[in-house]
């Protein structure tokens, strides 16, 4: 059995940092390789990825929208995951939720795997940043 746990949501203003956390826990993660990943979710738009990071360490992946602002990390426990946002707009209020999923075989761990693959999911963490 799988659980994802986020936390570090919060109120900041423009031009402000906050830091997400993710747990996954799994009895058995270090026996598998896992793409990682960073979700957002506006009211009334659809799911954005955010970024993405394979647990080997591979190079991580980040959104257009965010890049140059937000990192993607794993922690020395590999079942973490880190997201450092600088430099936040309004247009990031959203929630934020972590995905993790098995490594897809004959596939890869980018912006583009298909959802379906992240067959895990946290409960989110709202993310709300004023002007």
């Known amino acids: 059995q799988v659980h994802v746990v986020e936390s570090g949501g919060g109120s900041v203003q423009t031009g402000g940092s906050l830091r997400l956390s993710c747990e996954v826990f799994?009895?058995?993660?270090?026996?598998?390789?896992?793409?990682l990943g960073w979700f957002r979710q506006a009211p009334g738009k659809a799911r954005e990825r955010v970024a993405v990071i394979d647990s080997n360490g591979a190079a991580a992946m980040h959104a257009d929208s965010v890049k140059g602002r937000f990192t993607i990390s794993q922690g020395n426990a590999k079942n973490t995951l880190y997201l450092e946002m600088n430099s936040l707009k309004p247009e990031d209020t959203a929630m934020y939720y972590c995905?993790?999923?098995?490594?897809?075989?004959?596939?890869?761990?980018?912006?583009?795997?298909?959802?379906?693959?992240?067959?895990?999911w946290g409960q989110g963490t709202q993310v709300t940043v004023s002007s």
């Open positions: 995905a993790a999923g098995y490594y897809p075989v004959g596939n890869s761990c980018t912006l583009l795997t298909p959802e379906p693959y992240f067959q895990y």
């Open positions: 799994a009895s058995s993660y270090r026996d598998y390789r896992w793409c």
